[in-house]
Every structure is written in C-alpha cells, then in structure tokens.
C-alpha cells in the first residue's frame, strides 16, 4: 500500500510533469560569473574526443556540478522552440583553457557540440576560483532523450561530468500550448458509404514532420482496426483515403505527428449510427445458447420478446432482460421464428429476430375436435416437451389459466374436454415448450362448442390469434 505522504509525492509530480510553466528567453547565448569573460563557438567534438592524464596539480574535483533543464524561446511573429538550459560549475586552472559541452539525442543518434574559452589573462588572476557557467543555445524535440556531457579543453581523463535528461513532451500543457509540433492538426472527411471508404484531409498541422491517420474502434482507448496512412512531410496534398468494413458509433479517425508522445486528435462522426450495434446475434445450436456482443460500447437494455402476429409488436418475455455493456448471453432457447431479441437505448427500441427466416427448426400446435373433446397436438422436427392449458384472454397479449396443466410430447396428443361455460370468444388454448429456458406460447383462440370436424392450427389466418412472450419460468 502506497502511504498518504507517498500519494501526495505521486500526485505533485504528475501535477509537476503535467502543468510545469517553461521559462523563457528571447535570445539563446552564454554567461560566466566572476566577471569572467568566455565566448562560445560550435564544435565537432572530435578533437577534444580522446583524454589524457590530467597534471598531477590538477583536481579532479574542477568540475563542480551541472544541472540541466529546459527553456522556451519565444520571438514576436515566430514559432516557439525548447532549448537546453545547461548550468556548470568550473573551478579556474591555469592547466584548463575552456570547457566543451555536448549533447547526444539517443532518439536520433545526432550530437552538437559547443566550446567555451575563456580569457586567459583574466582566468590567471583568478585561478582556483569557481565560476559558473550557463549556456542555452542547443535546439531540442518536444519528448527528446538526451545525454549531456561537459569535459575540460583539454580533456583530461576522469575529469568529466554526464548527465540523462528527458525533454517535457505534449501532455506538458506549457508545451502543447505553444510548441508547433504539438499542434495535432485538424480533419475535413468524406465518408463513401458504397466504397466503404472514409477520404481524410488533414490541415493545420507542422509541415516539416510526416503525420500519421488511422482509424480506430472507441472504447477505453482506440482500438486499431488496421485502417492506417502516413502524409509524409514533403507531400503538398494532404489527404489520404481509409477502407472501413461497418459504420459503427465507436469508429473514430485519429491523426498525430511523427513524433514520440506528440498529441493525438479523434473525430468520431458515427455516434449516432446505432443501427449496425444489433447485428451481431448469434445462435449456437450445439449449445442452443443465443447471443450478443456489442460492438462499441453502448449503454443498452437487451430483452428477448414474443413478435406478435397481429400488429408486429414484440411483447416482452418475463425474466429475460439483462443491462450490460458486454457480450448477452440467453441459454437454452427456443428456435422459434417469432422469438426475438429487444435493444433498448435512449435513442429508442430495436428488435431482431435471428430465427426468422426459416434456417432453424420451429414448432406447430394444432386443434381438432373429437367428440366433447378438443385434441391438441403438436410437430416439430425435433424431438421436444410441451405444456398445455386452456385460458381465458383478458387482453391482447395476457391469458389466464382455467384449467390444468397438461404435459405432451412430440408425436403425441392430449385431449381437453370443453365445458359450455368454456365455451367462447376469449377463450384460448395456449401451449408451450417446456424443454428450454425461454419459449413462444402459441395461442388457438376463439374456441366454439361444437364445432366437429374443424382442424385449427396456430397459423390459420381465419381464426383471431394472440401471443404473450413468457421464460418457461414465468408459467411454472
């Protein structure tokens, strides 16, 4: 467990990498103190590269100390660029003439190198005394890592001072705000949806820098879908064309320069193409298990429903919704065609019927009249158990139960006897299967006494249907 002092320690140090204000200047240049007069010119660094025993009156603690930081330099009607502010502590010796003071981008391999003499009359009055030493004239990258070294000339062995130091990048807000290179541009787009084809122009961007696009799925970051292009620098047209395969209302287009940690822009145009979230059902009959997996995150209310014959409304199942942003599952479910799946968001309600077309086995119930009886039966190209009842339809979609239950298989009938006073217009027989979770009751309606010889099923067109989506659960 991290303490309360640690916490704060860790929160002052993100607020320090994060917020830091960058000192300016107007003009890069070098300074020495004491009065000391020392002027600066570049250097390749190759022939104060190789040391030599220092003379034994020479200390090797003459260099003191160096600390590094960065500067902004900001001049009226140009780009701001960040400098390294190197400060040092020399202690005078007549066997020392100056200082060279280099800095190696280990990004880029590339170095630069700077030689600071000093005025030898001046220095010899003041020998042993230490001077410091502040130069700001080397041009950095916004995120650089760099090795800075500082060496006597001549350069004498172990007399040397090193140092590691990481240049602020974009998430400084210092820098981002005023470095050109943190400027992630802007997007002009172009979506043809026949091509599935997102054309892109980017504009306000760095132009001396390649810049990369792509597109992206939205979740807790953006997910790659491999749609990716580079505008390279010394290209005038700036615009590229991404192939995407869905519309979908998390598919983002991204755009950042060719730099390490530079700012990253998103423009997601598709939030309220919802549509294509509820394609994904999918059925496994192996499992006899239906689900979904969204797509984009989406907050949603899924449900499986009763498609009613009627007026094409979908009644709910009791006991079937579920409030989740990931992968649905429903286990044991029926294959009928008039089972379906209900997604509800603010924007409204969507249902899909995965069973609809005819490519999963589906069920039949019938009626015939027998004597005083009604004999139902059912079929099925699978092997399955019903329940069945007879109910009285207080509503369009409710039916309540006035008699027993009866239990029937696949190739097998059950025979109902029908009183008078169970004779009439709201009077249903409702069946069921029993051997999944989440079943269809299908309903006959409008039951007549006496009526011999008539066969009624649960799809002829000639009789008044009405069906309530219930979880086998429910009717237990």
Known sequence: MISIHGQILLIMLFWNSDCQII???????LSCSQGIHCKSKPSSGIFNSFCHDAPASLSSMVLKSMK??????????????????????LSLDENIRGLEICSFSLDTQQSQCTNIRFTRKKSKLLNGKKVQIQFNCIEVNVAQHIYVTMKTVPNYCEVKLSQEYYVEDCRNSDVGKYIPSCSAGKFDYNVDRTRKIISVNVSSFLGDQDYYIR????WFTCEDTGAFAVIKRKESFKSVSLKYSQLLPCLCIEGWLAIPDARRIQLCPFENDTKALWDNVVYNPATQTLAWEPACPVLVMVNLCRLMKSNDHCEDIQNSFKNSSEKVKYSRVDTHPRLCMKFTTKQGSWVKCPFAHGEFPAWKMKAAAVAEQIQVFFTSQTKAQFSVLVCNRTQLASCESIGMRHSVSVGDSVSI??????????????GWRTDVDYSVPLQICDIHCGFR??????????KVMTHRMKSVHSLH
Request: glycine share 12%; aromatic share 2%; proline share 5%.
């Open 215 to 218: 597109l992206c799925h939205k």
């Open 68 to 89: 590094i930081s960065t500067v902004m330099k900001c001049v009226q009607g140009s780009p701001c660029s960040l400098h390294l502010n190197i400060k040092g502590t």
């Open 23 to 29: 000192p300016r200047i107007e003009e890069c240049g």
């Open 453 to 462: 010889g008539q066969t009624y099923g649960d799809g002829n067109p000639a």
């Open 417 to 430: 006897a029908l009183s008078q006073e169970m004779c009439g217009t709201t009077i249903c027989i409702q």
